[in-house]
């Protein structure tokens, strides 16, 4: 019988679609360390008996998914610098005895970029929460001159413009100059040329596109990012349109490997990547 020493999960609403418990439970399984990662499904009312339940029972760390990425944050003893940064948490771990949360969907959403140059302007599809680490992304990739970000509420962005501020160097010896940003009405999505566009709207999960219409991109390398792992209708229509297309995979395996190093000290298996593949290539095969 197999008895886990830690046991981890990934609290959201909804969660049974995560692949969170595929990959990390592969990754245990792969370095033979006996833990567990479960799919909790938590409803916005009951996150704070949740988080009271993790401070009473053996649960050694978290993911934290949507829509609790932001509402968790005054449940915790504190956060870390990165995630007062965006203002979102999605990992949670233990400190000694303080229950700390982290975000490492920052660095994530980085991680497929940096082999990119050039990406001078950059159109956000979205404020919400996802839309957090994006902005809080851009603002540490070098080249980055002008941030518009374009919601169907344009209170919601400029309340994600007044809130996201760029991580601090407490050393003061990188200080990067911060690009321009304001909001681009949802109405003229269509109409404005980027280097890089970046979907972070659940819009690829009902079927739909963001953009129904893609813009010719002005140049061979600009870039469309959607977030969600599996292939969308975005995707689709900017690879159409002559726009170099990355989903969210490399995203959410890089986010997930960085929160696997901090619970464990080991580093995210070629094993858990594969399985991570074969599982998107089963829901959406090309």
Not at 136 to 151: F, N, T
Not at 249 to 254: N, P, T
Not at 260 to 273: K, R, V
Request: with cysteine; hydrophobic share 45%.
């Amino acid at each position: 019988m197999f008895l886990p020493h830690k046991l981890y999960g990934v609290i959201g609403d909804p969660v049974a679609h995560s692949l969170s418990p595929l990959l990390h439970n592969t990754a245990f399984q792969t370095w033979g360390i006996p833990s567990v990662l479960m799919a909790w499904h938590i409803l916005p009312e009951r996150l704070k008996d949740f988080v009271q339940a993790v401070r009473t029972l053996p649960i050694a760390g978290c993911c934290v998914t949507i829509p609790h990425k932001i509402a968790i944050v005054p449940l915790l003893d504190r956060i870390t610098p990165l995630a007062a940064s965006v203002g979102a948490v999605n990992t949670l771990y233990w400190d000694g005895p303080e229950l700390v949360g982290h975000n490492t969907d920052v660095e994530g959403f980085l991680f497929p970029l940096w082999q990119y140059s050039a990406l001078s302007r950059v159109l956000v599809l979205g404020a919400g929460g996802a839309a957090r680490a994006v902005l809080g992304g851009l603002y540490q990739l070098p080249g980055v001159r002008e941030i518009l970000i374009c919601a169907r509420r344009e209170e919601q962005a400029r309340e994600l413009i007044a809130t996201v501020r760029p991580m601090e160097d407490e050393h003061k010896t990188h200080q990067k100059a911060l690009p321009d940003i304001r909001v681009l009405p949802w109405d003229s999505r269509h109409d404005c040329p980027a280097d890089l566009i970046v979907n972070t709207t659940p819009a690829g999960l009902d079927g739909k596109s963001p953009l129904e219409h893609f813009p010719r991109p002005d140049r061979q390398t600009a870039l469309a990012y959607d977030l969600v792992y599996f292939r969308t209708p975005f995707l689709d229509a900017a690879a159409a349109a002559g726009w170099t297309a990355i989903n969210g995979r490399d995203m959410f395996l890089a986010q997930a490997g960085a929160q696997f190093t901090l619970w464990t000290g080991f580093p995210m298996p070629e094993a858990a990547s594969a399985a991570l593949d074969e599982a998107i290539a089963r829901h959406n095969p090309l």
